[in-house]
């Protein structure tokens, strides 16, 4: 009899911790993902500014599961899932690829959303990937580069304003860092211009920075952030983004344009469009933020071979965060065990347990949510650090990010600040190129030739029919 076949598309949270929860079990595993690392998404704030290297928070998945023997792992892009034919398509460097499934998992996760102002990613890179994160490190320090040369002081002063757009976790510890980097880490090291003069705008329609964790947290992250020399605009909605500046209106209905080079986005995500090419199929939904409503056991309606889970599922109020993710992909692979062995599952309806929230601000500075415990301050960083540590997939993973640590807060040096014109460039040189000038580049690259006419299977481990 031949194994169940699990395909599961993703390697971040979802996808990885769904594979190894099926680690017993008698399946075979074909995961297939856009990227070769599993990415630790927390720490990408610190890749951009120059705290961590990229391998360090993105390590192979290939490395991480190796030990997993009924896991094999392909880097493509899934283009289509059909889910009447139980094949999935996807691509690996322009050659064209399907595989069937018995069950499929799907953990593509979602992406930036600009609200329907998809011009600001042009000037405004979010931060959801290893490139956006090189990206954004690359434009942050040239911007000090070029003040180092400018002569204009209002250009300068255009070079040394930074606007971050949305006060979640992911904009505070943004905004925090770049001020950090410039009044600690750079002091000193330029002779034409103060790194400490920089400015940081954080900017978000709400009231308080980190809303989420509630009034009393979100008070004293304004605080600490205004401490560090963080403008906070809350109440404040960026209307326009372009290469010379930012419009904000504020809640009074005036509006500043305010001069800045670099921009980051750290404001709404949008689920995967692969959840839409799955609900367009069976007549489901997808929410305002394009992610799947799933049934109670996390099946796609009207597939019960069809799991999304992690950041791509909406159910009920479950955040978008790490646990979720988790615990999600934990309770599918249960799921998945159960049918194939014949025994019950632990559970047939998905229940998300809250484990709390946490963001930090600054060096020895965080905030942590518990359900009613509301922590801040050095205890709360610790708290992050400590767990932030413990998430990181590898054991030699964890002990670099210990060191990079350690030197980074007890020195304020940071080791990972090289830069290069094609982290700056990559993304929007890519975009540029027409489709016979990409394929011309993809043939020159292992001599891969387009094979859109064409579609080999890969049924069971890999073998091509
Ligand atoms: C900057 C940032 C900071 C964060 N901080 C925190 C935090 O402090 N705490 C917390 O709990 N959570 C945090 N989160 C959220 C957390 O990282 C996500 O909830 C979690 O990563 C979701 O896991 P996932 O597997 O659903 O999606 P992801 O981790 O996004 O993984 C998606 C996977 O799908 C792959 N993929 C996408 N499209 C395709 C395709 N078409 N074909 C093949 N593969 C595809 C990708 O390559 C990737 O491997 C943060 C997120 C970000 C972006």
């Known amino acids: 009899m031949t194994q169940h076949h699990v395909v599961i598309i993703g390697s971040g949270f979802g996808g990885l911790f769904a594979a190894k929860a099926l680690k017993k079990s008698n399946v075979k595993i074909t995961m297939i993902a856009e990227t070769s690392h599993h990415l630790f998404q927390p720490l990408l704030y610190q890749v951009a500014t120059g705290i961590l290297s990229a391998g360090e928070i993105s390590p192979a998945t290939r490395e991480v599961l190796h030990r997993q ?32 499934y018995d069950t499929v998992i799907v953990a593509a996760g979602a992406g930036q959303s600009y609200f329907g102002n998809d011009h600001f990613a042009t ?43 949305g006060a979640g976790p992911t904009g505070v510890e943004m905004a925090g860092q770049i001020r950090e980097l410039a009044d600690k880490t750079l002091r000193g090291e330029y002779r034409n211009f103060d790194p400490s003069n920089a400015r940081v705008i954080l900017a978000d329609g709400v009231d308080l920075p980190l809303s989420q964790f509630g009034e009393k947290l979100g008070n004293r992250t304004k605080t600490a952030l205004e401490k560090l020399g963080v403008e906070v605009r809350t109440g404040t909605l960026v209307t326009e983004i372009d290469e010379h500046s930012v419009t904000m209106r504020a809640k009074d209905g005036s509006e500043e344009v305010v001069p800045c080079a670099c ?3 750290a404001a709404g995500v949008q689920g995967n469009p692969l959840g839409k090419n799955l609900t367009d199929q069976v007549g489901a939904e997808v929410d305002r933020a394009g992610r799947v409503l799933v049934n109670d056991d996390l099946t796609l309606p009207g597939r019960d071979d069809v799991f999304v889970v ?32 014949g025994r019950e599952p632990k559970r047939t309806v998905f229940e998300y347990k809250d484990k709390g929230s946490m963001a930090t601000i600054s060096k020895f500075e965080a905030v942590v949510s518990i359900g009613k415990l509301k922590l801040s301050g050095f205890i709360a960083w610790m708290a992050w650090l400590f767990l932030h540590l413990l998430h990181i997939a590898g054991f030699k993973n964890q002990l670099a990010t210990l060191v990079r640590w350690f030197v980074s807060f007890m020195s304020n040096n940071r080791s990972a600040r090289n830069i290069t014109n094609q982290q700056m460039l990559g993304r929007l040189a890519l975009q540029k190129l027409d489709k016979d000038e990409f394929d011309e580049i993809m043939s020159s690259v292992h001599n891969v030739q387009d094979e859109t006419s064409e579609s080999k299977n890969i049924d069971e481990g890999g073998a091509e029919s």
């Open 123 to 165: 000037y405004a890179p979010g931060m959801k990937t290893i490139d956006d994160a090189l990206e954004l490190r690359a434009r942050i320090f040239s911007a000090f580069e070029l003040a180092e040369i400018e002569e204009d002081p209002a250009e300068i002063e255009k070079l040394l304003t930074f606007v971050v757009v």
């Open 69 to 100: 023997r009924n896991v094999e792992i392909l880097l493509g892009t899934v283009e289509d899932i059909d889910v009447e034919a139980k094949i999935v398509h996807w691509s690996s460097l322009n050659r064209k690829r399907q595989t069937s």
């Open 263 to 265: 921009k980051v986005w």
């Open 310 to 341: 992690g950041d791509l599922m909406s159910y009920k109020n479950v955040p978008g965060v790490a646990q979720g993710a988790i615990q999600s992909a934990r309770f599918v692979a249960d799921l998945i065990d159960a049918r194939v062995s």
